[in-house]
């Protein structure tokens, strides 16, 4: 068997559990089946092992020759190292399968959401971006083009839009053999799993996300809390929002964020999730709330839909009607419901099954 050698930008680690779990969950996957895999992190800066993951810096992985003959995956290719890894191991390298996620194939400035006002960062860097991004696109095509003259290439697509994304900003793929593969959720999200812990109480709503970003559409929660003052909202996350911006009396703010493992059994405290999103490629958080059975209001755009348009546990609001009421009557109607669409989408399993034999296939 073909061994495996993942690129990331960067990977977990006992100091940082969050970055990039996504790819974290189908590599622990991997090793269940016996599949040789490591993990070059490019902002490592020694080896260590996370959950029984061997991650590597890059000099480890050029001095160990950790290309020769091997399958390399990249998620989330970059130029400054994907790329540049890429090319100077191009005559060791077996098969290279790229995955993309997302704002690597994107023009950032154009087809992000605009900063918050008051988020001076997210709006330096995005107008370097204007700069930036034209740059980062052309090299793409360049180098996946020149890649897939020189060895065996394959792309995987982690939803329909970010394929479409891709073949709108880079190039159209034609015969470069090709997959949409959903990112699967974490194992602790059990598939309808989710069990109300009923009060007497008021209704109690979540929402775990980064909070600076507008992306991430923190801005909404405050709204629909704002439109219903009778619920209970908690976020959950790290950013400077809650100094900035002004919000009522039933909602709280926890600045930091809980371990994926843990995630689950918080979820159960909770009446209902709130997830809104103003752009994504597959919404993975979504993707797990969804999938663990608790209700959910999240945004009505095309990518959600996509994701989780099978889902009965699932409300979708226009972004610009956040000031619904919701009462108990629309909680009662987003009731959870197995079927072999919903079973499947996610299922980290079926999943990683399908990644491998398409990545292993000739």
Request: aromatic share 12%.
């Amino acid at each position: 068997m073909t061994s495996l050698l993942v690129l990331v930008q960067a990977y977990p680690s006992e100091g940082n559990p969050y970055q990039m779990g996504y790819v974290h969950a189908r590599v622990k996957q991997y090793l269940v089946t016996g599949q040789p895999v490591r993990v070059l992190s490019f902002s490592a800066t020694q080896d260590y092992q996370f959950e029984g993951v061997e991650v590597v810096t890059a000099q480890s992985a050029e001095q160990s020759n950790l290309f020769e003959a091997a399958t390399v995956i990249s998620h989330a290719p970059n130029l400054r190292n994907h790329f540049r890894m890429i090319f100077k191991q191009r005559r060791k390298i077996a098969k290279l399968v790229f995955v993309f996620h997302g704002h690597e194939v994107m023009h950032v400035p154009s087809e992000y959401p605009q900063p918050y006002h008051w988020n001076k960062k997210e709006k330096r860097q995005q107008a370097l971006r204007w700069v930036l991004d034209p740059i980062k696109l052309k090299a793409a095509k360049v180098f996946l083009r020149y890649f897939s003259k020189q060895m065996l290439i394959k792309f995987i697509f982690v939803s329909r839009w970010m394929k479409e994304t891709f073949e709108r900003n880079i190039f159209a793929i034609g015969e470069i053999e090709n997959a949409i593969i959903n990112n699967p959720v974490s194992k602790a999200f059990s598939k309808g799993g989710f069990q109300i812990n009923p009060s007497k109480g008021p209704l109690r709503a979540i929402c775990i996300r980064p909070l600076d970003s507008s992306k991430y559409s923190i801005d909404l929660v405050l709204k629909l809390a704002q439109s219903n003052p009778n619920i209970i909202v908690d976020v959950y996350g790290k950013g400077q929002l809650p100094q900035v911006m002004q919000y009522g009396e039933n909602v709280s703010f926890t600045n930091h964020f809980i371990t994926q493992s843990e995630i689950p059994s918080v979820l159960n405290g909770y009446d209902l999730a709130i997830l809104p999103t103003r752009l994504d490629a597959q919404g993975v958080s979504a993707c797990e709330f969804a999938s663990y059975g608790i209700p959910m209001i999240t945004s009505d755009i095309p990518i959600m839909q996509e994701m989780l348009g099978a889902f009965t546990n699932v409300c979708f609001l226009p972004n610009d009607s956040f000031d619904t009421i919701v009462d108990m009557a629309l909680i009662d109607s987003l009731k959870y419901v197995s079927s072999p669409v919903t079973d499947r989408l996610f299922d980290l399993e079926s999943l990683v099954q399908q990644e491998l034999a398409f990545i292993n296939g000739d």
